[in-house]
């Protein structure tokens, strides 16, 4: 009879951050002694994860990856503490392998993959022996996995930014089709745009868009009647800045996307529609790490 329970073995991976099995092996060496099992993690260098978790991770990489007929894409963000990370060659591994797993089974949430097998081991088991070999925290942020007819997928500035959009369309298997999903893309990638067309803007993000730019007219001294007529101009312009369909086509600003789109389908002799996109950038919205290099010089010389 085993001298721990399954509870035992969720406490020490609570407690300590490393994978299930790792947990389970030290508490059967140690003969179910807690003390003696953290121990035994520490001298193999896997509780060192643990000490690593309170720091910040805000660097890393996004990456996306398409299934082999271009139905199902992933796009996943990895987070690290430096932007050295993102060129280690075990992290690479890791993230794309993550992200593959994604595309194949399309897990709900984050919590749910990392208790998923991936191989030999869970995601979380993965995650923390790459905390432990690399030396630095990391954190599996977010990830989307996008279905249709055709999907494509986009990465900016060495994983920095990630795109993925879904089309319906007919047209999938032509080259020229794919040229265009790829100007979409990087549409999105360089103009990043908030929704996919005006119906897609929830009604009270424009009530507070148009309580803004009311007190603006009205602060600049127009009267109401002309301040209200100022609004509906400059609701026509913020679409134009937050709408993928409504902004104009990078490559070629006499047209907006919806009729480079509409463009692009009549020229190819079918039909194409925009279903859905999502669009990641390393680290937006995290707290970053202030770099103090008197203090890390300092720290040294102690």
């Known amino acids: 009879m085993a001298a721990f329970t399954a509870q035992d073995v969720k406490n ?9 099995m790792d947990c389970k092996k030290a508490l059967t060496e140690a003969n179910g002694d807690e003390a003696k099992a953290i121990e035994l993690l520490r001298e193999k260098g896997l509780a060192t994860a643990a000490k690593k978790s309170g720091r910040i991770a805000a660097e890393g990489v996004v990456c996306a990856c398409n299934s082999a007929d271009n139905k199902t894409a992933a796009i996943l963000e990895v987070n690290a503490e430096t932007d050295f990370v993102a060129k280690n ?3 690479l591994n890791f993230v794309n392998k993550i992200v593959s797993h994604i595309v194949e089974v399309k ?3 984050v919590e749910e993959l990392m208790d998923q097998k991936c191989g030999e081991a869970t995601v979380r088991e993965m995650l923390t022996e790459n905390i432990a070999k690399i030396g630095e925290n ?3 942020r977010r990830f989307s996995c996008l279905e249709g007819d055709y999907v494509q997928t986009y990465i900016h500035g060495g994983g920095r930014i990630g795109v993925v959009v879904s089309f319906q369309t007919d047209l999938a298997d032509q080259a020229d089709f794919q040229v265009y999903a790829k100007d979409v893309a990087m549409q999105i990638a360089a ?3 908030s929704y996919l067309n ?3 803007v929830p009604a009270e993000v424009i009530e507070k868009e148009k309580e803004i730019l009311l007190a603006q007219a009205l602060n600049e001294g127009k009267p109401e009647a002309i301040a209200q007529k100022m609004v509906n101009g400059r609701i026509a312009k913020y679409y134009k800045e937050i ?9 070629d600003d006499s047209m907006d996307v919806k009729k480079f789109t509409q463009e692009t389908a009549k020229k190819l002799g079918g039909s194409i529609q925009i279903v859905s996109f999502t669009r990641y950038e390393k680290g937006e919205g995290l707290e970053k790490r202030e770099e103090n290099f008197a203090e890390e010089i300092a720290k040294l010389n102690r």
């Open 12 to 20: 020490l991976r609570e407690k300590t951050g490393c994978g299930m």
């Open 191 to 193: 103009m990043n745009p």
């Open 198 to 200: 005006e119906a897609a």
């Open 138 to 140: 990391m954190n599996i």
């Open 107 to 109: 897990p709900a949430s």
């Open 243 to 251: 709408c993928l369909e409504d902004q104009l086509f990078f490559k």
């Open 89 to 91: 060659e075990s992290f």
